[in-house]
């Protein structure tokens, strides 16, 4: 997978565009949902713990305040979170899944599983469990170069 001039961007380029061959088929789950892939990630963002800071969302998501501000909204309105200000700092509002936003988040982790299972499979398994590791080390690298930083 070298690029033809060897370099560091190129490879890079090039290991973006196979990643996003293995993993844009994600949003192949998003097919008759509810939720656009921007929202289904807002969800599954907040899916990783149990509260979560609106600026740290927005963080983590690099999305734009109004707009993550207005997918937040309708999730309210339609009972997916809680919103509420932080009990360390009242200024900072703190979010929330609810038992249905849970539920939302099991339904959209459930597809995003099946449309990678089938990707996977047009592999070999010790192909499927190399890329897997690789995928793992790349990110693990990231994260310790950027702390955490990233939005991923």
């Known amino acids: 997978m070298r690029s033809r001039d060897g370099d560091l961007v190129g490879d890079a380029r090039a290991l ?17 949902a509810p939720y656009s892939v921007t929202e289904g990630w807002v969800i599954v963002e907040l899916a ?3 509260v979560t800071e609106v600026m740290e969302l927005r963080r983590r998501t690099g999305m734009d305040p109004g707009y993550l501000s207005r997918v937040l909204r309708r999730f309210q309105a339609d009972r997916l979170i809680i919103r509420d200000r932080s009990p360390e ?12 936003g ?14 990678l299972r089938a990707r996977l499979g047009a592999f070999s398994e010790s192909d499927r469990r190399r890329i897997v590791e690789a995928m793992t080390s790349i990110s693990g690298a990231i994260e310790r170069a950027l702390g955490g930083r990233c939005a991923l």
Not at 18 to 25: A, E, F, N, S
Not at 102 to 115: L, Q, S
């Open 16 to 32: 973006g565009r196979m990643y996003r061959y293995l993993v844009d088929g994600l949003r192949l789950s998003w097919e008759n």
């Open 48 to 50: 990783q713990r149990d």
């Open 89 to 100: 700092n009242r200024r900072f509002q703190t979010v929330r899944l609810t038992r249905r």
């Open 102 to 115: 849970r539920a939302a988040f099991e339904v959209i982790e459930d597809r995003m599983a099946e449309v």
